[in-house]
């Protein structure tokens, strides 16, 4: 690995990322799946780095999943992303950040669009006028939540109450990062790092103490992959993707995972169980399972945050051993209490 | 005879047309922006499709363009057209007063790291075709004792991708050079080859392209590679499509070696415009007769040599450079 070879990759795909001023559009299945995660973004955003991030109840699904389902039409869903940004207009914002990362890419496919064709956005407009007598301005800068905290990652690491590190040996922890599909694969300008080598997540472990696995299937899916899940005959195709994204990274021997897409930590975690169940074979050591994380649940762990208020109960892998290892403590009492 | 003529370039397209107009006996200025004679001809190893040395050949080309005054590390600042005069300006001040122009600058290399997910400059066992002939060359063993080796056809050309739609003619059968080149340096190697087809065109590449089959047992599988990573033993792992079977494939390899193709000259920009020519789509210059007289400009006086207007192979090269330098001949006699 020739690290500087990274680096200018890395420079070549820098985007800014505005300090503050927000308009926050939460996830519809992170909220089910990790309803900490989107909670603990807005407390360190707001509460810890004191920053202007606001958010609406009347924002509603962006139609991501639909439309990469197939299952929407195209003019549908960018009228439902238009009443999105109607909403952001509303409120006198012009920075927008999505916690999803389909959403994200969604909005980056659908601002792309009309800046190619804009009949179509015309179009849009209309629509929305008619059906809501509601009128948007586009976002002036469009930011995925995990850029937001890539950004203040040094900030975070300054008040940072553990590091990435293993407290008995002294080294960083293995981290495998995984990125979302929707993230920087289809606008790789789009994304911190670009598509090939993302560095999005690798800033924030770079800076938080750990260090990254780089292993043959870094880039591939996680499994979801919507109609590999969703359709219930090609679930097996979800679960071997997972499979292959394991087996690959299993000789380099990681101690945890980090996404920032909704479905990637989900399935990474589990898919671990069924494997385990299906083929009796585990990825971490003594029987244990590689723990997966949403960023934000790793910039919580740093900062302190009590493992079970970030939610780690819910996670199928347990994820104490990590704990130990970092030198986190908790309450083995408290897991489910909270 | 004084009539004097400035070559920009001095490759193998600039040299081979200043030795013709010397023979002519023409005074021969040569700007050279590098800081040897020769292009990317001093970097090869051997040259398709007999294999045949390249510094032999280079050197070919240098014994009869001695007479030409060289400025080397220097690059054209200036043109002025007054009177059928061109009036140069070189980036040392020197000043010339030419009768005749002939543009050989050639063409860049492509720049292999722009296609990322090929990982070159990332891994470190993921080289260019220049890069191996510079192993052949310095019989560097680290390289040509690699077990498994595979070559990326097409790297840099074809490719909308990166905006270079044109295909770069020599890369197909140095590949297939290069393949059975290795071969012969690490007989046990195992070599694969991925190509979208295989533009076998010229006398006796085709003959290379059965005795890379037969001879030596190197696969052409017909698909992209679509990624490159390490593996924890620092072994690469391609990912490919076999399109023949319809099939994706993974490969372990020691060694990717990537087909970068010619691109344009990034100064042909700047040059066009001090000259006043035209550069097409593909970045080259535009000809102004492509058909008949593929060697000519829009600009009287000025003339084309070599890859500066597309790729070419050196042959070809060498007689357009005789053919340019026949046509400032024609030109400055009228």
């Known amino acids: ?338 | 005879m004084n009539k004097e003529v400035l070559i920009i370039g001095g490759g193998p397209a600039g040299l081979e047309c200043a030795s013709t107009l010397l023979m002519f006996g023409y005074k021969v200025f040569i700007v050279e922006k590098g800081s040897e004679l020769g292009g990317h001809l001093r970097k090869w190893d051997r040259l398709f499709p007999e294999s045949i040395s390249a510094s032999e050949t280079l050197e070919r080309l240098l014994i009869p363009s001695k007479k030409a005054i060289v400025f080397d590390e220097t690059e054209v600042s200036s043109v002025k057209l007054k009177d059928g005069f061109f009036d140069i300006i070189l980036s040392d001040n020197t000043e010339l007063h030419v009768h005749s122009v002939v543009v050989a600058t050639g063409f860049k290399l492509f720049p292999a790291e722009k296609k990322e997910e090929y990982g070159y400059g990332v891994y470190n066992r993921v080289i260019t075709n220049a890069d191996l002939e510079a192993s052949f060359k310095n019989n560097s063993r680290d390289i040509l004792q690699s077990k498994r080796v595979g070559f990326v056809h097409c790297v840099g050309s074809r490719d909308e991708k990166i905006s270079n739609r044109h295909c770069s003619k020599v890369c197909c059968v140095t590949a297939v050079k290069q393949a059975c080149e290795f071969k012969e340096a690490n007989p046990d190697a195992e070599i694969y080859c991925f190509y979208m087809d295989l533009r076998m065109f010229g006398r006796g590449y085709e003959d290379l392209y059965l005795k890379a089959q037969n001879k030596y047992g190197i696969r052409f599988i017909r698909g992209r590679v679509s990624e490159v990573a390490e593996n924890v033993d620092g072994e690469l792992v391609i990912k490919a499509e076999d399109t023949l079977i319809s099939r994706p494939l993974k490969v372990t390899l020691d060694l990717l070696v990537l087909m970068s193709g010619m691109s344009k000259n990034p100064d042909n920009d700047q040059l066009a415009d001090m000259l006043g020519l035209d550069i097409a789509e593909d970045g080259f210059f535009v000809q102004h007769d492509p058909t008949i007289n593929s060697i000519k400009s829009k600009i009287k006086g000025i003339f084309f040599a070599g890859t500066v207007t597309g790729p070419k192979t050196i042959p070809e090269t060498l007689n357009e450079a005789r053919s340019a330098a026949l046509a400032v001949h024609k030109y400055l006699s009228e």
Request: include cysteine; charge should be neutral.
């Open chain 1, 1 to 338: 690995m020739i690290i500087n070879g990274k680096k200018k990759i890395w420079s070549d795909y820098q985007k800014e990322i505005p300090d503050d001023h927000y308009f926050y559009v939460r996830s519809c299945i992170r909220q089910n799946f990790f309803p900490a995660s989107e909670k603990l973004f807005l407390e360190i955003v707001r509460d810890r780095l004191n920053l202007d991030f606001y958010e609406t109840e009347h924002h509603t699904t962006c139609g991501g999943i639909a439309y990469h389902s197939d299952t929407i039409p195209q003019e549908t869903v960018m009228t439902i992303v238009a009443r999105q940004f109607a909403l952001m207009s509303e409120a006198g914002y012009k920075n927008y950040v999505a916690s999803c990362i389909t959403s994200f890419g969604l909005y980056t496919e659908i601002l792309d669009t009309w800046y190619h064709y804009p009949e179509l956005e015309a179009k849009i407009k209309e629509n929305l006028w008619k059906t809501t007598r509601r009128e948007f301005n586009k976002p002036e800068y469009l930011a995925h939540a995990s850029d937001v905290v890539y950004k203040l990652r040094d900030k975070i690491a300054s008040q940072a109450k553990y590091k990435l590190v293993n407290k008995d040996t002294g080294k960083p922890l293995k981290v495998v990062e995984h990125i979302g599909c929707h993230y920087s694969k289809m606008f790789p300008s789009k994304g911190v790092g670009g598509a090939e080598y993302p560095y999005v997540l690798t800033g924030m472990i770079e800076s938080w103490g750990g260090e990254i696995v780089d292993y043959p299937e870094r880039r591939h899916c996680c499994g979801f992959g919507f109609r590999q899940y969703m359709i219930r005959a090609n679930r097996g195709y979800s679960l071997s993707n997972t499979y292959k994204k394991f087996e690959s990274m299993e000789p380099f021997h990681p101690d945890m995972i980090i996404t920032n897409c909704p479905g990637c930590p989900y399935f990474l975690d589990r898919w671990q169980y069924v494997i385990k169940e299906m083929e009796g074979k585990t990825y971490g050591k003594e029987g244990q399972g590689i723990p997966v994380f949403t960023y934000e649940e790793v910039a919580g762990l740093v900062l302190g945050y009590d493992p079970w208020y970030l939610g780690l109960q819910m996670h199928q892998i347990d994820v104490e051993p990590l704990l130990d290892k970092i030198g986190i403590k908790y309450s083995k009492t408290d897991k489910y209490l909270l």
